[in-house]
């Protein structure tokens, strides 16, 4: 290091214009351990200056800060003036002579080729400034741009020793301060992308989910940093603030579907985007950590905010704080939303496709002029414990395999849609047919003393012309209250996943099922067993050929799921 004074006087010079610290966490035998206080940008100034021998705490004690102008989105720099109280001759400073104790040194950090513009010099290798020439200039300037190539995160330096800087904050004038600079030079760092973005942008690009990337970076550091965990796509385009600047939100509404990475940009582009994104009926999330995000953060769909790195005002605005700062987290937060979302679903479904069965099972009797096949109490507790548990228990489905290959729903599209539908309607059918079969199988086999099924008769016809008052239906309305309950325990199975079959997806992987459907069908027969229970239920205890009837009825809803659950994947796909 002590070959390159530029570059030592350049971390001399993030020191001082910084605002993190490094604290002590820990002293073992061994070593000390270390954290860093603030700004992850900051504190990799001042972990490289101390590699270099440079101490933050010797340097502030030595250069005290005076007043600053704080870091603008608009100015991209910031502004520090510090006492010449105590330079040592040991300082990486550019400047350490007794002539300038007493004085002031004005330190610039900021975007490079905004800080070279306000340089009139630049200090050369051998420690002494010499005159900015357009040759320094476009040296500097090319040697940004291959720092920024390498994705790279490019700070450059600048400072002016001044006699007569104004104590008053109020007092200070940017302008002033920032004339006749002296360019140090520049300082890249890398901030490694976490290991687990890269996949997560995949899994959320195959759920549907586009990934946009907003940055005041230079281009080429946000392009290769796109690039390197795919999130740029093969043939689409790195847009910078200029130009942005240069087309309306027409055009933006247009050119913004072929653009994956957005450079320079300001708090106002970052709103522009939002809007633009929303025009084309996209739902937004934007996230941000800076209280210059907290405008486009505000007007997204859904604002995030950096739980770690977040100011207050992003936090307060944002809709959702992560606490880990993780990209990654945003995806599993997507997949865990899906999930619930479509846990509710199949809740919905299996109820009001159970209940529309019951009710045309009851309307379609009463108008055929039959007797009721269930009674009050077995709805009740057809509503109670037979739906009621396995409802239940879809809650806690751990979601479909492909929740994350689906594209992302219409947000204009309703709970029960045109899919669903169609499942109450197959159901419906399927229920009721196996309900109302066992139930007419259940009066033939038992009809009043006296009365037989005529040899060749059509079995529908002769129970809807039968005259059945004063006839006990007991055993008719077991049946149909066992298939009832069976079917829909049967069926619990099925509805776990919308599209996926049950055989994809495990008979046994939701041990709540388990639980509700064993304890539905326990519950069941002590219903039908106990003789106590039975007058109350209305129930008695079916016999071997009754039980084949009603198990093989009973599949009848579960197998007509399966296949509609097939018809629909083959129309999808």
Known sequence: MTKYPAILSALWLGILNNDSTIETTGENESQKTYRIVGDPTEGALLVAAAKAGAIHVDIDDAYPRENEVPFDSDRKRMITIHDVRDPKSTDPSPFYDEKHKDWDVIAVKGAPDIVLELCTKYQGMDDKPREMTKEAKDRILAANDSMTKDALRVLGFAYRLDKDVPNNPEDLKTHELEKDLVFVGLLGMIDPPRTEVKPALAKARHAGIRTVMITGDFPNTAKAIAESIGLLRPGKKVMTGAELDKIDDTELKNIIEDTDVFARVSPEHKMRIVDALQA????????????????????????????????????????????????????????????????????????????????????????????????????????????????????????????????????????????????????????????????????????????????????????????????????????????????????????????????????????????????????????????????????????????????????MPAVAEEITKFILRRSKA
């Open 280 to 555: 084309n009926d996209e739902i937004v999330a934007m996230t941000g950590d800076g209280v210059n995000d907290a405008p486009a953060i505000k007007r997204a769909d859904i604002g995030v905010s950096m739980g770690i790195t977040g100011t207050d005002v992003a936090k307060e605005t944002a809709d959702m704080v992560l606490t880990d700062d993780n990209y990654a987290s945003i995806v599993s937060a997507v997949e865990q939303g899906r999930i619930i979302y479509s846990n509710i679903r199949k809740f919905v479904f299996f109820l009001l496709s159970s209940n529309v069965a019951e009710i045309m099972i009851i309307f379609l009797a009463t108008l055929a002029g039959l007797p009721a096949p269930l009674t009050a109490i077995q709805l009740l507790w057809l509503n109670l414990i037979t739906d009621g548990a396995p409802a239940l228990a879809l809650a806690m489905e751990k979601g479909d395999p492909d929740i994350m290959d689906q594209k992302p729903r219409a947000k204009n599209e309703p709970i029960v849609n045109r899919s669903m539908g169609v499942g109450i309607v197959v159901q419906t059918i399927a229920q009721t047919s196996a309900v109302l079969g066992a139930f007419v199988m259940g009066l033939v086999w038992h009809l009043e003393a006296g009365a037989v099924l005529p040899s060749g008769a059509n079995v529908l016809s002769f129970v809807l012309a039968h005259d059945w008052r004063g006839v006990d239906v007991q055993t008719a309305e077991t049946m149909a209250f066992v298939t009832l309950s069976l079917a829909e325990l049967f069926r619990a199975y099925t509805v776990r996943s919308e599209r996926a079959s049950i055989f994809q997806i495990g008979f046994f992987s939701n041990k709540y099922m388990q639980y509700a459907v064993g304890l539905s069908i326990a519950l069941l027969l002590i219903v039908c067993a106990v003789p106590f229970l039975q007058p109350i239920f209305n129930t008695h205890f079916l016999s071997g050929r009754e039980w084949g009837l009603v198990l093989g009825l009973a599949l």
